[in-house]
């Protein structure tokens, strides 16, 4: 059985740091992407960044330049530190994981096939 536990959520001021994690258990870990999304009240589910297995991460745009992915697949886990918080920023925020991206599509949620039932982020003005 596939399990993916993030943590590290909380509420935070604007312009601070968190550090999200999520441990992966039930599968190979070094064969799968994983990705984060975030969903905020009322909107749609969006890509956040990717932790590609051998090359280097992706990122939205909207995150680029405050946002690092990395993994540890020595822990099977893999995170995302998160600096220079805005209150955009806030939102329920997932880890995904995918063997295989349709048309390369990485930032299409529907290509992940396991997730983590989120972590709440909260940002202050």
């Known amino acids: 059985q596939v399990q993916l536990v993030e943590s590290g959520g909380r509420l935070v001021q604007a312009g601070g740091s968190l550090r999200l994690s999520c441990a992966a258990s039930?599968?190979?870990?070094?064969?799968?992407?994983m990705g984060w999304f975030r969903q905020a009240p009322g909107k749609e589910r969006e890509f956040v960044a990717l932790?590609?297995?051998?090359?280097?991460?992706s990122y939205a745009d909207s995150v680029n330049g405050r946002f690092t992915t990395s993994r540890d697949n020595t822990k099977n886990t893999v995170f995302l530190q998160m600096n220079s918080l805005k209150p955009e920023d806030t939102a329920v925020y997932y880890c995904?994981?995918?063997?295989?991206?349709?048309?390369?599509?990485?930032?299409?949620?529907?290509?992940?096939?396991?997730w983590g039932q989120g972590t709440q982020v909260t940002v202050s003005s």
């Open positions: 932790a590609w297995s051998g090359s280097s991460p």
């Open positions: 039930g599968l190979t870990f070094n064969s799968y992407a």
């Open positions: 995904a994981a995918s063997s295989s991206f349709k048309n390369g599509a990485y930032r299409l949620s529907s290509n992940y096939k396991y």
